[in-house]
């Protein structure tokens, strides 16, 4: 395995865009009500996905890791879609049992 050196600026970029989404997320949060709840649900959900992308692939170094570290990488977000859709489909199918 080979020892790949991660420059310091690109670690200072990255903190200053999770700062950016961070406070984008805020005011998304406080300030600006677009009137749909999914959107305005969505749009913190696509930035908080945004972020998460950003930390692991550089904070974690996935970015510079072999296919076998990506497979577990997605492995692990497929399990995490699972665990979701399933939660999801309990919680919606609720109301048919009356």
Do not use: E, N, Q
Not at 81 to 98: E, K
Request: charged share 10%; no cysteine; proline share 1%.
């Amino acid at each position: 395995m080979s020892d790949h050196t991660v420059p310091l600026k690109t670690y200072f970029s990255v903190f200053i865009w999770l700062f950016v989404l961070t406070m984008l997320t805020y005011g998304i949060a406080t300030s600006w009500h677009s009137g749909i709840a999914w959107l305005d649900l969505g749009l913190a959900l696509g930035i908080a996905a945004l972020k998460a992308t950003l930390v692991v692939l550089f904070f974690m170094h996935v970015k510079y890791s072999s296919r076998l570290v990506w497979l577990f990488v997605g492995a692990a977000f497929a399990w995490l879609g699972l665990l979701i859709v399933g939660t999801l489909h309990d919680y919606w199918s609720r109301g048919f049992l009356g």
